[in-house]
Structure formats: structure tokens, C-alpha cells
């Protein structure tokens, strides 16, 4: 399984935080051991930024750890100090908060996510891309269309995450920009041809979905290692990571509802054949 530096300090820094917090100690009192500032302890724990090798020793014994779970963190440490992220060049267009999700992606052993209103960025293809972010009044639409095409890679690899995706019936007739037939088309067409990923699931919730609500988008990452399971909530100024069990079952227990009023695989498939032919039969109109 693919591991990256910013997967390496987030394990790191999860693995920090809850030794602390069994510790019953503040980030405060830590930053006092490491002598800096209650900031920089919660950027650490975060993933954010990395941590010096002797800064982690300082935290372990601070924490009253020692032997074998002492000795997994050193070498967690080290794995993380050892590597470098790559987010200079066209990558460097990527939002700093989003780029912590699109490090862990590949690492991950089972994706689930929820879109409402718009299609989900692994899963557009290049029209609805270039769309969306020239309606967005992006001024490096290259960059952008290139970094979006790359997180695609994540179903190419040897052995890639289960991704499961929900996406609303909305999401398929919103086009970016308004009413733009073309587009949606491309776009259905693309989903049709997804099913040569065999980890790659895709179900459609149509409007006549039983449900009371349904929720803001979300996604669900899992992982096979130390690294701990969260939720990505975005919003428009920025994302959040949430890891806390109770916190985290909410979302899990809102995908199970979702997932069990969505089509399954081949009944999506069959609404999207028909979705399609609705968008060619529109098209022909318009010429």
C-alpha cells in the first residue's frame, strides 16, 4: 500500500495527540517541554508540519513512554523526516488544506463518499473539468485540469483503495455554468465507462430516494495501518478532518442511510444510459 511523507506525519501526529491525551496532558504543557509555542504542538499533531527527531523523543518521555510502542514512533518519526512532499510546480495550485487528502487518498483502503450537487472530482471527466474551473474564473485552468487528472491515477494503481461513491441525482442534471447538454453528456458517459475499475463503485440517490435529508458532502477514509480513520468535510474556506470515533461513526452511520436509498450498481448503470440518451435527445434540439 502506497505511503506518503504528509500519510506518514499524520500518523505521526494522530499517534502524538492520543499519547498526550492519555497522558492527560495540554498542547500548552507540551510546548513548554519542547520550548515553543501551543501553535506549533497543534500543527504537529495535525500532520501539518514535521517534528525533529529529538522533539519526538522529548514528547514520549513527557508522555511516559518507553519499550516498543516508544521505539514504533521513533521509527515513524524517522519515516516521516526522511521524505520530502512534492507540491511545487503545477501541483502547487492545489489549495493547502486539500493537499493532506490528496497525500492520504493513495493510502487508504477504502474511500466512501457523498456528493449532492456537484460530480466528484475523480470521477469528471475533462469537459466537466474544464468547465467548472473556467465558470470558477480560475486563472490556471491547466494546472488545475492536470492536478485533477492525477488523483485519477489512484484507480490505476497495483493494489487501489475500494472507492465508493454516492452521488445525487442533482449532481447529474446541475451542469457547471447552468444548462450546458454537452457537458452533462460527456460526463455520463464517462461514469458508463468507469466499470472497467473493478473497486470502483458507483451509485446514483434519484430524487425519489425515501429519506428525511440528506446531508452536506462528505467523505469517509479508511486505512490498513497505524494511520487513523477520519472524515473531509469541505466547505468555502477550506476543509476539515475529522477523527474523533463518535464524531466519525455520525458519518458512517448518515452513509449507511444514503447507501441503502441509492440504486445499485446495475440500476445506476441503467438510470445512466437513460440519462444519456435524455441528454442526446437535447442536443439534437438545440442543433
Known amino acids: 500500500m502506497a505511503s506518503t511523507v504528509t500519510s506518514r506525519r499524520k500518523q505521526l501526529g494522530n499517534e502524538l495527540r492520543h499519547a498526550r491525551t492519555a497522558a492527560r496532558m495540554t498542547q500548552q504543557q507540551v510546548a513548554e517541554v519542547l520550548g515553543c509555542t501551543q501553535g506549533k504542538v497543534n500543527k504537529i499533531e495535525s500532520g501539518a508540519v514535521g517534528v525533529k527527531l529529538g522533539d519526538v523523543r522529548s514528547m514520549l518521555n513527557a508522555f511516559g513512554i518507553n519499550g516498543e510502542e516508544a521505539d514504533t514512533l521513533m521509527n515513524l518519526a524517522r519515516a516521516a523526516a526522511g521524505q520530502r512532499g512534492h507540491w511545487s510546480g ?133 486505512f490498513p495501518d497505524r494511520t487513523r480513520d477520519f472524515v473531509y468535510i469541505e466547505h468555502s474556506a477550506g476543509g476539515l478532518y475529522l477523527d474523533d470515533v463518535k464524531d466519525f461513526n455520525i458519518f458512517v452511520d448518515s452513509w449507511d442511510r444514503l447507501r441503502g436509498a441509492a440504486l445499485e450498481r446495475q440500476e445506476t448503470r441503467q438510470f445512466l444510459k437513460e440519462l444519456a440518451e435524455g441528454y442526446r435527445a437535447q442536443m439534437q434540439q438545440i442543433q
Do not use: C
Not at 139 to 144: A, E, K, Q
Open 90 to 222: 503545477y501541483r502547487s495550485v492545489v489549495p493547502h488544506w486539500f493537499r493532506t487528502f490528496t497525500d492520504l487518498e493513495p493510502a487508504a483502503a477504502e474511500i466512501l463518499t457523498w456528493h449532492g450537487e456537484r460530480i466528484p472530482g475523480p470521477l469528471q471527466s475533462e469537459h466537466y473539468m474544464l468547465k467548472q474551473f473556467t465558470e470558477f474564473g480560475a486563472t490556471d485552468v491547466t494546472s488545475l485540469v492536470r492536478n485533477r487528472l492525477d488523483r485519477k491515477a489512484v484507480f490505476e494503481q497495483q493494489q487501489p483503495p475500494y472507492y465508493r461513491f454516492i452521488i445525487s441525482e442533482g449532481a447529474l442534471r446541475r451542469a457547471p455554468g447552468g444548462y450546458a447538454p454537452a457537458v452533462m453528456l460527456d460526463q455520463v458517459e464517462h461514469l458508463l465507462s468507469l466499470e472497467r475499475h473493478p473497486r470502483v463503485y458507483v451509485h446514483v440517490l434519484p430524487f425519489a430516494a425515501r429519506l428525511a435529508a440528506v446531508p452536506n458532502d462528505f467523505t469517509i477514509m479508511r
